[in-house]
């Protein structure tokens, strides 16, 4: 797909498509021999994921951290790693004083909307 064709079905601007571009968020798959950028379908699912954890609060610059970071160590041990940091919040939120409990609840519970999202986003994306 041509950066406006990916944009169209994305439903973001072309502007929004060389951001994230250059971010490193998403990447073409080839050059056309015009020279064009060519993306994979499967592009617009990173995009949906990357709004979805965008919109949720979490910072683009987070979000390529975690991309590249799963790039780096794999699929499996990224996943790990995040549903080790989510059972570490459990833990806290079940152990917390009176107080502190409902913050450490909601704090649990944002952390497991995010993961989910995160591996939704890491799932939709295309192999390397």
């Known amino acids: 797909m041509r950066i406006g064709e990916l944009a169209a079905a994305a439903g973001v601007s ?6 994230y571009t ?6 073409p798959a080839e050059r056309s021999p015009g020279g064009y950028r060519l993306y994979d379908p499967a592009t617009v699912d990173v995009i949906a994921s990357i709004r979805r954890l965008e919109a949720s609060g979490m910072a683009l610059e987070d979000i390529g951290r975690e991309l590249r970071n799963a790039t780096t160590t794999g699929l499996p041990e990224a996943l ?12 806290l939120a079940e152990t917390a004083d009176a107080d502190a409990q409902p ?5 649990t519970i944002r952390a497991h909307n995010l993961i989910t999202a995160a591996m939704e986003l890491l799932i939709a994306m295309p192999d390397v």
């Open 14 to 19: 072309n502007r929004t498509i060389d951001f």
């Open 103 to 107: 913050m450490a609840a909601t704090l």
């Open 80 to 91: 790990a790693r995040l549903n080790q940091d989510l059972e570490t919040l459990r833990t």
């Open 22 to 27: 250059t971010l490193g968020l998403i990447t």
